[in-house]
């Protein structure tokens, strides 16, 4: 059960990097068994809101997450990825957690011999638990999936279900109702769906009353239409369509559990990179892929942008920036070392068959008279920050 003593342990950060070099394939049965045989060592009373989706689920989670605070509840808001730190995953208590506190979490899992199969994001999740542990709630993230997901093993009270759309097709599936029926097999006994995407929402919808059904569970439907409560917290912030959303979303979990909150008190949402300005002419967005892309195409409809891009291999570029073509005046290839990352001549190929211009990005080329937008994945942004020099000034705006 035990390794005994700690002699020759890795540190969290070796321990991480050896999990990325040494690359455990998937088993959709390791994080179920670590999950059981870690349980009778836990004092794991904290309530679990565990959010699910394509797009959304960082900027739900927060805005529950900073209602249950405004409640005088002690939370931790699990998330993924991060941009900098990998502590940036674990705001606990309206603070990212620190690294004496999560390298304490890490010896205490390293105690286990069964632990060390698991893979990074498993490993995270795990930590996740060990660090709510003294907390009222645990609200956590989805990783890429929905039923298969390590998150999915922790017992939930509430399943929180954002937009659905295609994303990570390599892994859930090639079609929409594949990748929406993986997803919320993870269902519990009461669950939220936000609204969807209007292309596909009768589908989603469908599938998510079929597996309600199906598992006993009891489907609450988020209207699409702004409650007063949502229009005046987006007024006050100037949050665009999918964040006042996702706002609405989080009301309704906070109304279930008997925390309705008052939106002209309610906290900004504290999360780097939805859509955030960051000076007058430069957005920052941590979106990916075409849902997001057309929630963008929506924000700048009446603008045109110098759109900073680049993207990984697997996504659909071109799909991507014809959504975008519209507000695209100009496109500036960012170099992220990431293997990871399209290769450059294919996304030039892609970028020259639309019939946009375009050049590699240069920090000093930035233009005050110009709008900019950041977007196609978090290396992206956090690539733009570190050559912007401005990681330091948004100090996580925790």
């Known amino acids: 059960m035990s390794n005994g003593n700690n002699t020759g342990m890795k540190n969290l950060k070796e321990f991480l990097n050896s999990k990325g070099a040494e690359y455990a394939p998937f088993d959709p049965n390791r994080a179920k068994s670590i999950t059981k045989r870690l349980r009778p060592f836990l004092q794991d009373n904290a309530r679990k809101i565990h959010i699910v989706g394509t797009n959304g689920k960082g900027s739900t989670g927060r805005f529950i997450t900073l209602g249950l605070l405004e409640a005088g509840k002690s939370v931790l808001h699990f998330t993924s990825p991060h941009l900098f730190d990998f502590n940036e995953r674990f705001y606990k208590n309206g603070q990212i957690i620190s690294d004496e506190e999560l390298e304490t979490a890490h010896i205490f899992l390293q105690q286990f011999d069964f632990i060390a199969p698991c893979s990074y994001f498993e490993y995270a999740t795990f930590l996740a638990s060990v660090l709510s542990q003294d907390c009222d709630f645990l609200v956590l993230e989805a990783g890429l999936g929905g039923e298969y997901d390590s998150t999915s093993c922790l017992d939930r009270e509430i399943s929180v279900f954002t937009p659905i759309g295609l994303d990570h097709q390599e892994i859930l599936g090639q079609t929409i109702e594949e990748i929406a029926t993986t997803k919320l097999a993870c269902m519990v006994s009461t669950a939220f769906l936000s609204p969807q995407p209007a292309p596909t929402k009768k589908t989603i919808e469908a599938i998510a009353t079929k597996t309600a059904k199906k598992l006993g569970a009891t489907l609450y439907k988020i209207p699409d239409a702004f409650s007063e409560k949502t229009l005046t917290y987006a007024s006050k912030h100037a949050l665009p369509q999918f964040l006042a959303q996702n706002f609405q979303s989080a009301c309704a979990v906070l109304d279930y559990l008997g925390?309705?909150?008052?939106?002209?008190?309610?906290?900004?949402?504290?999360?780097?990179?939805?859509?955030?300005?960051?000076?007058?002419?430069?957005?920052?967005?941590?979106?990916?892929?075409?849902?997001a892309a057309t929630e963008l195409q929506k924000v700048f409809s009446d603008k045109k942008v110098i759109l900073v891009y680049n993207t990984y291999k697997q996504k659909d570029a071109k799909s991507i920036l014809k959504i975008l073509l519209p507000i695209i005046k100009k496109i500036l290839i960012i170099d992220v070392q990431n293997e990871r990352?399209?290769?450059?001549?294919?996304?030039?190929?892609?970028?020259?068959?639309?019939?946009?211009?375009?050049?590699?990005?240069?920090?000093?080329?930035?233009?005050?008279?110009?709008?900019y937008?950041?977007?196609?994945s978090f290396s992206v942004v956090k690539q733009f920050l570190e050559e912007k020099a401005c990681r330091t000034n948004l100090s996580l705006l925790s």
């Open 259 to 291: 925390y309705p909150i008052n939106p002209i008190s309610f906290p900004k949402l504290n999360l780097i990179g939805r859509c955030q300005k960051i000076s007058p002419h430069i957005t920052i967005d941590v979106g990916h892929n075409a849902q």
């Open 341 to 371: 990352m399209m290769e450059a001549e294919k996304l030039k190929d892609i970028i020259k068959s639309l019939g946009i211009s375009f050049e590699r990005f240069s920090s000093d080329g930035i233009s005050e008279t110009e709008e």
């Open 373 to 376: 937008l950041v977007f196609g």
